[in-house]
């Protein structure tokens, strides 16, 4: 059941259902396999697959895979494995445009034969010129007019490969005059002499994506073609194939406002280009919004099914904030992620009066409000590690944690005063000598003497060393440079390496991708370049609260 008013896609769906103008609901999502999807296809797919699953239809994932000049394989593939991850599943309907290449093409001679369709010689420069602009009609080409004997002829020659790339265009006949500039004789084939991943060389013309879309669509029996705004002015071309072809079903097409975050760009023209020019490390770099990014960075899907449920479908361009994309991931490993205990810039803590070479062992609830989880023995003994950022030697008036003489808590264990600061010759401070009250241990004391502040800590001796990555922004405005150009925009300090981090050990057995809180460091999972004997962790995102500091 799909609560009304929900979005105004799923009003259209449900009334045309009421009314039955459809039997049954069935979208796509329609990738092209020139990159890795990104946050905005989360979008578009949980809306696909989300109505279907809604209204009891059925979503196909169908490759646009009309221009092989930048198709890849191992797009197919993360294309594939990225829908999955975000939880869903087209079953036996996963469709290639190049499926129907046979089929576009038969229907592009009925279109000749129909005299709604002609083999245009004019270079692409004087096609650009004679398309006209928003103010001026367009011009005529000289090749308008050939008879549909001749257009036959190129457009079969053209098939076989007898021309360039570029030399000729199958262009639909409609309107050089027309107000809409989508309806000036669209190029429905272009010569492309390349190889394709699934039809190889077999083709030398290929369908554009206004011609290939809505056919395809028709083909499939797609009822709602859902699509993002700025294809709304193609909507009449869409129409105008559909009406002047004899295809099996009538699709319509729908559009949405595209996804736009802030701090993010969604081009995959320039995510392309992070990659190839090794601003980051590869489409999976967690700073990526890719969703292989987002998985490696330990983003649950989970969380982006949220996002996208968040901020709705509108029918107007806007910008979401990154800040809501973060709510949603924190709302989800808030309630799923185990705490631990990690020290990301270790302090070595001498306990003095601790007795040499003994240890022992405390209780640590995994989960603050899940019993379920239950509890873990953490080690705690005479050398152990706190944070830097947790030790002023002078601190200001509301710093309430380490310094020179008070008492903080170690969570879990014991109330430690600091006793003195031990400095290397450069005046840097390197370890801290403490005491222990043994009286406080469980973390309160028995003669109701309180400490304004709670820090983790490590054992020097049972902790694991790890490298830790933090991520920022990938680049440094709200709305940075999108084309051209977003070179300058791109923030110098989006990866803060910490590479002597100290963690529970039991975190050294954490699988990839599984969420972990870092108390009062954030959300963290194990990164897959972790080998034995060198751990890396990324951290997914920072947290909003943290206790007592
Ligand atoms: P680009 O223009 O950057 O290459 P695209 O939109 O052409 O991206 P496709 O692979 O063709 O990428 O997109 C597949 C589907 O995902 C399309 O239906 C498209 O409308 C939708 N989509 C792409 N980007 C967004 C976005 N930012 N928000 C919502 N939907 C999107
Ligand atoms: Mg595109
Ligand atoms: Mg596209």
Not at 209 to 226: C, F, K, L, N
Not at 277 to 303: E, F, I, N, Q, Y
Not at 489 to 495: I, M, Q, R, T, V
């Amino acid at each position: 059941a799909v609560e009304p008013g929900r979005d105004f896609i799923r009003d259209i769906v449900k009334a045309d259902l009421d009314a039955g103008r459809v039997k049954g609901v069935v979208t796509r999502f329609p990738p092209e396999p020139n990159g890795y999807l990104h946050i905005g296809h989360a979008k578009s797919i949980c809306l696909n697959f989300g109505i279907a699953e809604d209204f009891g239809g059925r979503c196909h994932l169908r490759f646009d895979d009309t221009n092989p000049v930048k198709e890849e394989q191992e797009y197919i593939d993360a294309i594939k494995r990225d829908v999955q991850w975000l939880g869903f599943d087209w079953g036996e309907h996963l469709h290639h445009a190049s499926d129907y290449f046979e089929q576009l093409y038969a229907w592009a001679e009925d279109l000749i034969r129909a005299g709604k369709a002609y083999v245009d010689d004019q270079t692409p420069e004087e096609m650009r010129v004679n398309r006209g602009t928003l103010t001026e009609p367009g011009r005529n080409s000289p090749f308008r007019d050939r008879s549909v004997e001749e257009n036959l002829d190129l457009f079969r020659r053209m098939r076989a490969g007898e021309f360039p790339n570029g030399a000729r265009v199958l262009r639909a006949k409609i309107d050089m005059a027309s107000g809409n500039i989508n309806l000036r004789d669209p190029v429905m084939y272009r010569i492309l002499h390349a190889h394709h991943p699934r039809t190889g060389t077999a083709w030398k013309i290929y369908p554009s994506y206004d011609y290939a879309h809505g056919q395809s669509d028709a083909i499939e029996h797609i009822t709602h073609s859902i699509c993002t705004l700025e294809f709304e002015d193609h909507r009449p071309l869409y129409d105008w194939f559909i009406a002047n072809l004899t295809v099996p079903s009538t699709p319509h097409q729908y559009e949405f406002a595209r996804l736009n975050l802030t701090y993010t760009v969604l081009s995959k023209r320039v995510l392309t280009m992070l990659v190839r020019d090794k601003h980051v490390s590869g489409w999976d770099d967690p700073r990526m919004p890719t969703l292989a990014g987002l998985r490696r960075r330990g983003v649950p899907p989970a969380a982006l099914r949220d996002f996208v449920k968040r901020i709705g479908v509108a029918k107007a361009n806007s910008t979401v904030d990154v800040g809501m994309f973060e709510f949603s991931i924190r709302e989800v490993l808030n309630k799923t992620a185990q705490r631990r205990m990690a020290v990301l810039k270790p302090l070595k803590v001498v306990i003095e009066n601790y007795p040499e070479g003994q240890s022992e062992e405390l209780e640590a609830v995994n989960h603050p409000d899940d019993p379920a989880a239950g509890t873990r023995k953490i080690k705690f003994g005479r050398e152990l590690f706190i944070e830097q950022d947790d030790f002023m030697e002078n601190p200001p008036k509301k710093f309430f944690r380490l310094s020179p003489g008070t008492e903080v808590r170690l969570r879990y264990a014991y109330f430690i005063t600091c006793k003195e600061v031990v400095k290397d010759a450069a005046g840097n401070v390197i370890e801290l000598r403490c005491t222990y009250d043994p009286a406080t241990k469980g973390g309160n004391a028995p003669d109701g003497r309180k400490v304004k502040a709670t820090i983790h800590w490590v054992s020097a001796r049972d902790s694991v060393a790890a490298e830790v990555r933090l991520y920022n922004p990938l680049f440094t405005k709200p709305d940075p440079t999108g084309g051209e150009g977003f070179e300058k925009d791109l923030n110098a300090n989006s990866l803060e390496v910490l590479s002597d981090a100290r963690l529970e050990p039991s975190l050294a057995a954490m699988n990839v991708e599984d969420a972990i809180q870092f108390e009062r460091n954030g959300y963290f999972c194990r990164d897959k370049e972790s080998a034995p004997g060198k751990l890396v962790f990324n951290r997914t995102v920072g947290l909003r609260d943290t206790f007592a500091k």
